[in-house]
């Protein structure tokens, strides 16, 4: 019999991925994972107590090939309250090694697998209640090369879904603990890539260059949901089909299974930021399944031609059928720092505001301006829009973004500029300032003029 030459297993965490294969012969192949249950945060001023395989959720990102015989210490660390073990989804036997690597806090356990099935494969937590322990952050993949490894790419990722269950509702500030029953429900507040929101956001965001090629480990622990995984302003060229050895190539959006995986390859052609995605939209929008990846390089326009022509489009205007135009009013302030007198008569400005809200505001703001809870801010009773006309004129005339605060509770959207004439943006504010409780100031389009 041929003994095995000995390596230490290289371990990282998420979304690094250790070296590649290769052609490198079979091993005995040494993996040393230490469980530490940590607080950390999970959205901003929001904390939860994590588990977790190596200190990150994923936990860390094992790397073999078919043939290694894998010897697998799991240490429970002192401070931890509770017992722990591994079932990986690599792994031909009981329970995946779930009894074999069964540990208390302070203590640690080794046992023995071979790696016989190439793939990307889960492994998690499954001491009970199971889905408690997953949903705190116990999971991570292994990925067993076929021999002769995986082609090589410029870059490779470590991406993975999970879905968490907080007492208070997404967004609620302090520790947050683990909400059995909306588990059960199966009734999330965060789905997030890496543990939290914003893992892959900012500062965070993955980069690559224009004409590398990028793969993606990506992963899903669930507990709960299955993911949608999409890539906004790209196109898989090949998908390693739940992880398996079967490819599937040109893809726009492929399943994922809680407790599965998916092997991604693309080239990046333009300098973009790709957004990654659970295209199930709202948890990628309203509760954190949201990621870039981050291309630099020279403009291609033989890929994307960007906006090659632009201008006004109205389907009412009429062809010059010889009739004179309607002439229009114009008001002259002959008094500045006096209240501007518009002859326009105030019941007919209303009427018009409530007309252009109806067409432009309400699908966001809602029929009574009360807003939607953390997505669209009230313009009813808002304090925001009473304390500042301009500003107010501004919002219409430029958008916003960032983070606002409206009647102490915060929005950190986006509203697109309104393309309105100044008399129907003073029309619209005129009908919003004189309803819902706000202060009756009357918007002339002199006012909004003077803001462009
Ligand atoms: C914020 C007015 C259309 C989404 C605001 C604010 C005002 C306003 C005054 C400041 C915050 C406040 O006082 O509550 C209007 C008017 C609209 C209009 C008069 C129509 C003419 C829309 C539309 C959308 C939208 C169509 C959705 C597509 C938002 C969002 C914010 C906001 C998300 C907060 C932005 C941030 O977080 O920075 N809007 N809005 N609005 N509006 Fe609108
Ligand atoms: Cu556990």
Not at 72 to 86: C, E, M, Q, R, S
Not at 318 to 336: A, F, L, R, Y
Not at 427 to 444: D, E, H, K, R
Request: charged residues 20%; hydrophobic residues 35%.
């Amino acid at each position: 019999i041929k003994t095995l030459g000995v390596m230490k297993a290289e371990l990282t965490a998420p979304p690094f991925v250790p070296a590649p294969v290769g052609k490198r012969v079979a091993k005995k192949l040494i993996v040393d994972m230490e469980i530490i249950e940590e607080v950390a945060e999970m959205d901003n001023g929001v904390e939860y107590v994590y588990w977790t395989f190596g200190g990150s959720v994923p936990g860390s990102f094992i790397r073999t090939r078919v043939g290694d015989e894998v010897e697998f210490t799991l240490k429970n660390h002192p401070d931890n309250k509770l017992p722990h073990n591994i079932d990986l989804h690599a792994v031909t036997g009981q329970g995946g090694g779930a009894e074999a690597s069964f540990v208390a806090p302070g203590q640690q356990r080794t046992f023995t697998f071979k790696a016989i099935n190439p793939g990307l494969y889960v492994y998690h937590c499954a001491t009970a209640p199971v889905g408690m322990h997953i949903a705190n952050g116990m999971y991570g993949l292994i990925l067993v090369e076929p021999i002769g490894g995986l082609d090589p790419v410029d870059r490779e990722f470590y991406v993975m879904q999970g879905d968490f269950y907080t007492k208070g509702k997404h967004g609620e500030k302090g520790l947050q603990d683990f909400d059995l029953q909306k588990a059960i429900d199966e009734n999330p507040d965060y789905v997030v890539f890496n543990g939290k929101v914003g893992s892959l956001t900012g500062d965070n965001a993955i980069k690559a260059k224009v004409g590398e090629s990028v793969r993606i480990f990506f992963g899903n622990g669930g507990p709960n949901l299955a993911s949608s995984f999409h890539v906004i302003g790209e196109i898989f060229d090949k998908v390693y089909l739940e992880g398996g050895s079967k490819v599937n190539e040109n893809v726009q959006t492929t399943l994922v299974p809680a407790g599965g995986s998916a092997m991604l390859e693309f080239t990046v052609e333009s300098p973009d930021n790709l957004v990654l995605v659970d295209h199930s939209i709202f948890r990628a929008f309203n509760k954190g399944a949201l990621g870039i990846l981050s291309v630099e390089g020279e403009e291609n326009e033989k890929v994307f031609g960007g906006v090659i022509a632009e201008g006004p489009y109205n389907p009412e205007t009429k062809i010059d059928d010889g009739t004179p135009p309607i002439e229009t009013e114009v008001v002259v302030d002959e008094n500045p720092g006096e209240p501007v007198t518009t002859t326009q008569n105030i019941d007919e400005v209303m009427a018009k505001g409530k007309k252009l809200y109806a067409q432009n505001c309400l699908a966001c703001h809602q029929p009574e301006g009360q807003g939607i809870a953390g997505a669209f801010p009230p313009l009813a009773k808002s304090d925001y829009l009473n304390k500042d006309t301009d500003r107010a004129i501004n919002v219409l005339l430029n958008g916003l973004n960032g983070e606002i605060t409206v009647n102490g509770d915060t929005y950190n959207s986006v509203m697109p500029a309104q393309r309105l004439s100044d008399e129907d943006n003073a029309a619209v504010l005129t009908y919003i300032y004189n309803n819902w409780g706000n202060n009756g100031t009357v918007v002339t389009p002199e006012q909004v003029k003077k803001q462009r």
